[in-house]
């Protein structure tokens, strides 16, 4: 850590004027010109507008032609989106910028300033300070399609956790207007499931029904798709008695084909998102080899690229894990030593969230990382707890991920992915040739036009001792076989 702030402090050489720029959300911008040795040479105001950015770029270029300095250094406290902005015009006009953690810059006005003086300028001149002692960040913005990715990403997640929420709401209707539906219906978004509540009968009504007229009613409401109607005569026989609430059973029921509205229409931009999202990392060489990774697919590859940009950025391949904050940290004091290193989480929270989705799923379906995962739960010596194996293979995972996104297709050799034995199909049957993944990694079939574009275009990846060689090595080229 001291090495790291060593060598970042020695990158700001005394030709070099240090900007401080204190971002607002509407207000003006608060801009410090200041020399390496602490000289405040000027300051200025400006708006997030392309007037105002050239004023800060003119205001910057004077201020390094009265102290001479050679190099322009401008440090950024990023408050909500408008560093982006400032970041966009910066690459455009060939400066170079670095960013200042918000909780880094408030911790040290407090320790410098006992009185908590506050204000604009001041904190300017505070991340100039930081700049200086090399106490900064390196994070670039995504630009070309690993910006689109991000937007992308952050949207299907959003809609994620909007569909949890409405998702909990009609459930929690459901529960109150016929709580025996889960009895005939084990999930509540089925098809038939949600068919069987658009159409707004309340169980008295359900068991009312002819069971001939009943299945109309639930064909018409699946709105032309195939529907199990032969649940229809269970649920009647639960529905005959129902305990639900019979008083305001007609505003339950009206209630829930509302939240239904919501809810198919989540699911729908939840599809169109992942379609989005597959075309998008499907173009990307790295995509398209993190998305052959058995149990890992096309959504989780590119919510991985989303987050931490182009992997072959990175120069190591333990700078990936903890940008995502999942390695572990020291917990000792004096006499005291902890038990265990627990993560540090002190990475991108949105890496680490789709870490742990893409864990969880190739545990499910990716031989090799569940026997990882039961050789650490299992070893007689210092055993891992569930949730720590499970962070070990989110850092496995990113270190295979750099791994594979620093090969060259052609290095890849022709043969079977990480399983041992090779891929295999439903019924057991070894599978050759492309190995691109016909589910997402939530279960959903990927949409037909983008399968049948990509069909055969996914690259090998080596066998599994190779493999986890690559990934123990960081990267470097893999002999094929003849």
């Not at 401008?74 to 910066?90: D, K, N």
């Not at 219906?185 to 309340?202: C, E, I, N, S």
């Not at 599809?271 to 990392?281: P, Q």
């Not at 995509?287 to 989303?306: C, D, E, Q, T, Y």
Request: hydrophobic letters at 40%; a positive charge.
């Amino acid at each position: 850590m001291k090495d790291t702030i060593a060598r970042r402090a020695a990158e700001v050489t005394p030709d070099t004027l240090i900007v401080g720029v204190d971002m607002a959300r509407r207000a003006a911008h608060a801009a410090v010109f200041v020399t390496r040795d602490g000289q405040r040479v000027s300051r200025l105001s400006f708006h997030t507008t392309s007037a105002g950015f050239a004023a800060l770029k003119d205001g910057a270029q004077a201020a390094a032609q009265r102290v001479g300095a050679e190099r322009i250094l401008v440090g950024i406290e990023p408050a909500g989106s408008a560093w982006r902005l400032l970041a966009q015009f910066l690459d455009g006009a060939g400066i170079a910028y670095r960013l200042v953690n918000s909780f880094t810059l408030r911790r040290q006005r407090e320790g410098d300033d006992l009185h908590h003086r506050k204000s604009d300028y001041r904190d300017a001149e505070m991340v100039t300070q930081l700049v200086r002692d090399g106490r900064y960040l390196r994070t670039q913005r995504h630009v070309g399609p690993y910006a689109r990715l991000m937007v992308f990403q952050r949207e299907y997640r959003r809609q994620q956790n909007v569909l949890y929420a409405e998702t909990n709401t009609l459930l929690d209707l459901v529960d109150q207007l016929f709580p025996e539906f889960h009895v005939a219906f084990k999930d509540v978004l089925g098809v038939t499931a949600r068919a069987v509540l658009r159409t707004g009968l309340t169980p008295a009504k359900i068991a009312r029904l002819p069971l001939s007229a009943l299945r109309a009613r639930v064909r018409r409401a699946a709105q032309g798709r195939q529907a199990w109607l032969i649940r229809l005569s269970a649920l009647q026989e639960v529905a005959r008695g129902s305990v639900g609430l019979r008083d305001e059973a007609e505003q339950l029921a009206r209630r829930v084909q509302q939240v239904l509205q919501r809810v198919d229409l989540l699911l729908a931009q939840c599809e169109l998102s992942k379609g989005r999202l597959t075309a998008e990392v499907m173009a990307l060489p790295e995509g398209r080899r993190l998305a052959a990774l058995p149990g890992l697919g096309p959504v989780l590859a590119a919510g991985l690229l989303a987050e931490a940009g182009p992997l072959t950025r990175f120069s190591n391949i333990k700078q990936l894990p903890k940008l995502a904050g999942v390695i572990p940290v020291e917990h000792q004091s004096g006499m005291y030593r902890g038990r265990y290193t627990p993560m540090g989480k002190k990475g991108r929270p949105g890496l680490r969230w789709v870490c742990y989705r893409a864990a969880l799923c190739l545990l499910r379906h990716n031989e090799v990382f569940r026997e990882a995962y039961q050789r650490w739960t299992g070893r007689a010596e210092r055993p891992l707890t569930p949730m720590q194996a499970l962070g070990a293979c989110m850092h496995k995972l990113l270190r295979v991920a750099y791994a594979l996104a620093r090969q060259e297709a052609a290095t890849l050799p022709a043969t079977n992915p990480i399983l041992p034995g090779g891929p295999r199909s439903r019924s057991g049957e070894a599978l050759r040739g492309s190995v691109i993944p016909t589910m997402t990694a939530g279960g959903t079939p990927a949409c037909d036009e983008l399968r049948t574009k990509y069909e055969g275009t996914a690259p090998r990846i080596p066998d599994v001792a190779t493999w986890w060689e690559l990934a123990e090595n960081g990267g470097g080229t893999v002999r094929t076989e003849p």
